[in-house]
Each structure stands twice: as structure tokens, then as C-alpha cells.
């Protein structure tokens, strides 16, 4: 269905794409034409205002030229004979002159008289100081050629014209000026529209607020214009786009037409299309719907037509593809159920296999949790391909030893084994157990060494513990990190567990690490790192702690592999070189000193190397901390895993200025000749070297060649874990080494170290 819906849905697009792209190129120029057409009669319609203004302006101005050139008005300027008012000054002379005010100014700029009336009710108007600066009322007048629009109060608008007074003959001298003005009020504007039959009003600057309202041309319906006809008068003319409407009409109908006539195009063509194609197509369609490889009968397709044509051709490779996907299938069910590398059935099986066993009447089976003890360190001793061939040599043991009746093993991931069994004697049980964790502990011969580990095993039981696997699993995986927690190599039930709360509480902390960082809960400590001497303090050791809301402050030896397990340690090392950079370059600002700071990289971070670079980087820039004070550190025990890559990594370092120390130097697999090629600048020795030195002999041989090699090969060494006077003297006595150690201080925030540079100073003097 959904085919023939695109079909149709295809037909009507490309016949309204067609109309569409007839639109785009015959509308827009047709409807632009309209606009300038409707522009056009706009513009018309503007000039005819106009021209009725300054008609009425030219008018005034030549009744104000016969009342100026006139003897009687002359005379009357000089002797202010009360007969001209009398007969000449009246209310219908403003009538039928159709003005409101008069001025007579005589040459010295002074209003002589002044009359003037409202001609809506007759009433005067108050002329009298209502013009206080007569000399520049005619200066503005002159300027604008004898006729101007002014604002006055009280009356508003005023077209004001003026003429000098002259004889009848028009001679001279001037005997003053004749101002004659007429309101330009309601009344007038709405005799201009009923003459001119134009849609005009007017628009007051003051009114408005001292600003004119944003001219708004985009609705093509209407069109407007404003014409600025003096000291803040605007008139506003709109006119209907007749022409536009009307072509706009005509191209809608012609829409409409050429839509209709598309739709039974389009349904025409979809008649056909589906009757030679498209329900041939559904018809297969459907029947693959009914596919299932559980129903073989389902995995036939009949043929819609006897017709020989390429349908029929594809019905025919469909089913071809049928047959090879149903042999396929089982080898794609192993696939998705069981493990690629030991061939144990997988997590998903084992969800399969627990409804199965939970739906049976009266069920009740044990779940074992396995883990392996010491796996990690074969697969960072001897690589990850030993670690692999480890892994299928357990699922073999256990395939070959769990022979009890109704077991089934499954790997869940990692070196994580999960065993659903049977039993009905917890002794019977028990036997099990111990039968397969004495399989794991012999001896497995690999292709590169041979190895032994041991496994801790956590059993919960169903129903009894609990009606679901994720439960169920809990529980045990639960039990089983309680066993670990216990010495390893045992096996705990998780009804008999003491350490529940403790298994909480590490899922709690793995929890709250995830936002550590961003609610700031982390800080760090340093701790020394003195000269030969030990008088002096030469650098200092960046060690990150948590300071968690509930349990109060937690080691990183806690919370350090909870980081790389979950997968934050990148986000927490970052904050730790950002932090010590920033609060060492301060340092020594404050202090004029050149402190350095060491800190700690593992072989995790080392997995997204170029960002932990660029991370180092900006720090040393944002701070303008040298590179030469920085101490990167890296533990010898990852260089036997990650070799190459370190390598790398510390020659990247180095070509950067910055210092690279290896960092507790004896505890892994030490080579010399690795040391020498990974090309460190400092060797830290472990602290393991000096708890038994002096009073040992052998370790005091030890650590002594150790200190002559190191010299020797020029590299610099920094001893760790100096906690007495006696180990003190005995590196002090022959051996240039770096100290540091809790003889000299413990890790102490930044802020105390200056107490404890005093306390050196003074124990020096």
C-alpha cells in the first residue's frame, strides 16, 4: 500500500511541479506588471494631491495679491481709517474669500490689525500675540516664494501667504505686508477627498510622538504613499491594487482549473500504473510480510500473473533469495545466541534460556556468577590474543566439567561466566561449584606462556532471591564482588553475604563519578618533591582526591579504577592537568619561583592521545606556564602492555620541552633496555625498594646498583616513600637522588606548602 501511496503521491508531484515551474515564470511577471500598473495610478494619484495644495496655496496667494495692490488697503496702512474695516473687514468678507486671518504689518514689522474667524460656527479667533515674531514669521514666508505651511497654536495648521502693499497701479514704496492664512483643518481635507475622490489623511509629527509610524508596503493589496507637505505635516495616500486583485484573480482560477485538470491526470495515470504494476508488487509484498523462517510453507511466493515479464522474473529471484536465506538462517540464530569466541551461548541465550527454566511448573535453579581472578594482568602481560586463547580454554573446561544435570553455561562478556543449574541438595551444589573453580585454577598452557588464575563466584537462587534474571544476576554478580573482596578465589551465596551494603556502596560511588567533576567535588593535594639534600623543595606532586557528599573524602586508589572502568577518567585527567598547571603557574607568580609539578597520565588516557594533547597544550598557553616545569608521569607497568604507544607519547612530550618521568620504577616487569629506549628523564624507584633498607642486606645491594645504573645512563632519579631518618641517610650518603617521601610531608594543599617552606627554611639555618 505504501508503494502505491508513493506512486501517486510521485504522479501528483511531478504534474503540480510542472504547474509549479508554469507559475514561477508566467505569475511573477504578470502580477509585477499589475504592481506597476497599480504603482502608476499611486503616483497619480499623489500629483493630484499635490497640485490641489498648491492650487489652493496659488489661489490664496492671488486673492492676497488683490487685497495687497489696492489703494484703499494702501491708505488704510497709513492713517488706520475705520471706514475700511468697517466695510471691508467682515465676517462674510472671510466667508466668501473662504480664509480665516488677516495681518496688516506696516514697514517697521508691527501688527497694525489683525482679524480673523472660525467659518464652521463664526465665532473670532484670538489673534493677539498668538504671532510673536512677526520678522521672521515673513522671512520664512519669503523664503518658501510667499507662501508657507506653518503649525501655530491654537489653531493648528495654517497655509499662510504674503504680499507687500502697494497702490492700485502697483507703485511704491511699500507702505508693509498683507498675510492672509486659511486653517488647514478637518473640513479642509475632507473637502480635498470627496473633490479628488483619493484616499488621503493626514499625519501630525507631533501627534505621533515626534516620529512617523514605519511605512509598511508589503501587503500588495494595498498601496501607500506619504508626501511631506510642511513643518511636520504628512498626508498618507493609499489606494486598492485594482490591477493586482484583478490579475491575481484571473491566475487563481486559472490555478484552480489546471489543478483539477492534474488530479484526474493523476488519478488516470495511477489506474494504470496499479493495474500493470503496483498491485503486482503489493501482491508480493504481501506474501513477504508472511515470511518466517520458523514456518517453512510460509517461505513460498506464487506468481500474480501467467504474463512472462520482468515482475515475474523478480518474483521468481525472490524466490530464489528465499531458499538461500532459509539456509542461512540457523547459521545467523548461532550467531545472534552465542558467543563468536568460545562458542558458549551469549546474554542474550541466557534471557532466553531463564524464561524457559522459570516457566516450568515448580522451578527452582541456581545462578552462578564467575569472574576471573588475574585476568587483566594476563592480558596486560602477555597481550590480548593470549587473553583470548585463555578464554576459549575456560569455556572448554567448563563445557567438559559441568555435566550436571540441567547446567548450561553462558559467557556474558569480558572474563564474566554465568551457569543456570539445577540441583537439589545444596551440598550437590556446592560440589559443582568447587569441581569448576578447581578446573580454573590449573595451569593453561598459551601459545606465547603459560599462566594460572583463579576465579570468585557469587550464586543466588531462583525463586528464592528473586523472579527476575536482572535481579537474579545482581545479586549474584553482588555476592561474587564480595567473594573478591574477601581474598579472591572463593565463593559466596548472596543470602549468607555480609558485604551487601558494601557492593552498594560501590555502585553508589560509580554513579555519582559520572558528575564529579562538573559539581566541582574533586581537589587536589600535592606533595613535595625535595632536592638531594632535603632541604629544599624543588617540585611538587599533583594527587587528585574526591570529596564526596556523603562518605567524606575518598583515596583515589578507590575511585581511580572506578573512573577507567565507567569510562570518565579521560573527563577527571583532564580537570587534574588543567587544575595543577593553573594553581602551580600562580604559585609561582606569587613566590617568583620556578616550581615544577608532576602529574599523573595512565595508559587509558592514552587511548585518546591526540586530545590529551591538545588539552596539555591550551593549559600551558592559557596559563603561560613553561613546559619545561611540567612533569608528565607515566607507571612503568603500563610500558609492558602499551610499549609502543608510550613510546610514541613520550616523544611527543619531549619534542614539546616537557619532562617525562617513569613512575614506580621495580614493581612491574622492569628492562633496563626499554628504559633506555624509551628515553625518560627521570626514574621515580617505588617505595617497595626502601621499607626494608638499610637492615636488609640484599635490598640495600639492590637499590644501590640500581642507583649506579641510573647514574650511569644519566638519568635522573627521584626515591619515593622516605618515612625515616635512617632511609633518609642511607640515599642522602652516596646516591644524587630526589626525595620524597611522609618523612618530609604528606600531600597538603597548595596553600600550606609555603608553612612547610618555612619550617625547612628555619630547620636549615
Not at 594476563?378 to 573446561?397: A, P
Not at 569480558?414 to 590449573?442: N, P, Q
Not at 531462583?462 to 544476576?473: I, N, R, V
Amino acid at each position: 500500500m505504501k508503494l502505491k501511496i508513493k506512486t501517486a503521491g510521485l504522479v501528483a508531484i511531478t504534474m503540480g511541479t510542472f504547474i509549479l515551474l508554469l507559475f514561477l515564470f508566467i505569475r511573477p511577471l504578470i502580477l509585477d506588471d499589475a504592481q506597476e500598473m497599480d504603482k502608476a495610478s499611486l503616483d497619480i494619484d499623489s500629483d493630484r494631491v499635490q497640485a490641489y495644495i498648491n492650487g489652493k496655496g496659488e489661489d490664496l496667494q492671488r486673492l492676497n495679491a488683490d487685497w495687497a495692490v489696492w489703494d484703499d488697503t494702501y491708505q488704510f496702512l497709513q492713517d488706520q481709517n475705520e471706514d475700511y474695516i468697517a466695510s471691508n473687514i467682515l465676517l462674510d468678507t472671510f466667508e466668501n474669500i473662504d480664509i480665516n486671518l488677516m495681518l496688516y504689518i506696516d514697514n517697521n514689522e508691527n501688527v497694525i490689525f489683525s482679524d480673523g474667524y472660525n467659518l464652521e460656527d463664526g465665532t473670532p479667533l484670538e489673534l493677539e500675540g498668538s504671532f510673536p515674531s512677526i520678522p521672521k514669521l515673513l522671512e520664512a514666508i519669503n523664503e518658501q516664494n510667499g507662501r508657507l505651511i506653518l503649525y501655530q497654536e491654537p489653531f493648528g495648521y495654517l497655509m499662510l501667504v504674503s504680499e507687500p502693499i502697494l497702490t492700485s497701479e502697483g507703485e511704491g514704496p511699500s507702505a508693509g505686508s498683507l498675510i492672509m492664512g486659511k486653517v488647514l483643518n478637518d473640513n479642509f481635507f475632507d473637502k480635498m477627498r470627496n473633490e479628488l475622490a483619493v484616499d488621503v489623511r493626514t499625519l501630525n509629527i507631533e501627534e505621533e510622538g515626534g516620529s512617523l509610524p514605519v511605512l509598511n508596503n508589503e501587503n500588495d493589496q494595498v498601496l501607500v504613499e506619504r508626501m511631506d507637505i510642511g513643518d511636520g505635516l504628512f498626508l498618507e495616500i493609499k489606494r486598492e491594487a485594482e490591477y493586482y486583485k484583478e490579475k491575481l484573480g484571473s491566475m487563481n482560477d486559472l490555478f484552480l482549473t489546471l489543478s483539477l485538470t492534474t488530479l484526474l491526470l493523476t488519478f488516470l495515470v495511477y489506474y494504470l500504473l496499479d493495474f500493470f504494476v503496483l498491485s503486482r508488487i503489493s501482491y508480493l509484498s504481501i506474501q513477504l510480510k508472511d515470511v518466517d523462517f520458523e514456518k517453512p510453507l510460509s517461505l513460498n511466493v506464487r506468481n500474480s500473473k501467467t504474463a512472462k515479464d520482468e515482475i515475474t522474473d523478480l518474483e521468481k529471484s525472490v524466490q530464489g533469495m528465499l531458499e538461500s536465506l532459509e539456509k542461512a538462517h540457523s547459521e545467523v540464530s548461532k550467531l545472534a545466541y552465542y558467543d563468536q569466541l568460545t562458542s558458549l551461548p551469549n546474554r542474550f541465550n541466557l534471557y532466553k534460556e531463564f524464561e524457559k527454566k522459570a516457566n516450568e511448573e515448580d522451578a527452582s535453579f541456581a545462578i552462578l556468577f564467575f569472574d576471573l581472578d588475574g585476568f587483566k594482568r594476563v592480558n596486560d602481560l602477555y597481550g590480548h590474543s593470549n587473553g583470548d586463547e585463555l578464554l576459549k580454554q575456560i569455556g572448554l573446561r567448563f563445557i567438559d566439567n559441568a555435566n550436571h544435570r540441567g547446567s548450561v553455561l553462558f559467557r556474558i562478556g569480558g572474563d564474566e561466566f554465568i551457569l543456570l543449574t539445577d540441583y537439589k541438595e545444596r551440598s550437590e551444589l556446592v560440589e559443582e561449584i568447587e569441581l569448576l573453580m578447581g578446573e580454573i585454577r590449573r595451569e593453561f598452557i598459551l601459545s606465547k606462556a603459560k599462566a594460572m588464575i583463579s576465579s570468585s563466584v557469587g550464586v543466588s537462587f531462583y525463586p528464592t532471591d528473586g523472579k527476575t534474571l536482572d535481579d537474579l544476576l545482581q545479586y549474584a554478580d553482588s555476592a561474587m564482588y564480595e567473594a573478591k573482596q574477601t581474598g579472591k578465589n572463593n565463593y559466596i551465596f548472596y543470602q549468607e553475604m555480609t558485604g551487601k551494603q558494601l557492593y552498594k556502596y560501590y555502585l553508589t560511588l560509580k554513579n555519582d563519578l559520572m558528575s564529579a567533576v562538573s559539581l566541582d567535588q574533586l581537589y587536589l593535594e600535592y606533595q613535595p618533591i625535595m632536592d638531594s639534600s632535603g632541604n629544599h623543595i624543588q617540585g611538587i606532586e599533583a594527587l587528585v582526591r574526591w570529596n564526596h557528599p556523603e562518605h567524606g573524602v575518598i583515596m583515589p586508589l578507590h575511585f581511580i579504577p572506578l573512573a577507567e572502568e565507567i569510562g570518565v577518567i579521560r573527563e577527571l585527567g583532564e580537570w587534574v592537568i588543567r587544575k595543577a598547571i593553573k594553581d602551580a603557574g600562580e604559585w609561582n607568580r606569587r613566590y617568583n619561583e620556578a616550581l615544577k609539578v608532576a602529574v599523573n597520565v595512565s595508559k587509558f588516557q592514552l587511548k585518546s592521545k591526540n586530545e590529551l594533547f591538545t588539552v596539555i597544550d591550551s593549559s600551558l598557553k592559557e596559563n603561560g606556564f613553561p613546559a619545561e616545569l611540567l612533569q608528565i608521569e607515566i607507571t612503568e607497568s603500563d610500558t609492558v602492555t602499551e610499549y609502543e604507544e608510550i613510546a610514541i607519547f613520550i616523544k611527543e612530550l619531549k619534542a614539546r620541552g616537557i619532562c617525562v618521568a617513569l613512575d614506580d620504577f621495580g614493581v612491574g616487569a622492569s628492562s633496563l633496555f626499554n628504559l633506555v629506549k624509551l628515553n625518560v628523564d627521570i626514574v621515580k624507584i617505588d617505595r617497595s625498594f626502601l621499607q626494608k633498607v638499610p637492615e636488609n642486606e640484599k635490598d640495600t645491594i639492590l637499590l644501590k646498583g640500581i642507583y649506579g645504573i641510573l647514574h650511569d645512563l644519566g638519568i635522573e632519579v627521584v626515591t619515593e616513600g622516605i618515612e625515616t631518618i635512617h632511609q633518609l641517610e642511607f640515599v642522602t650518603a652516596k646516591n644524587l637522588s630526589s626525595l620524597q617521601g611522609y618523612y618530609f610531608s604528606e600531600p597538603i594543599p597548595l596553600n600550606k606548602l609555603i608553612e612547610l617552606k618555612d619550617i625547612l627554611h628555619e630547620s636549615s639555618l
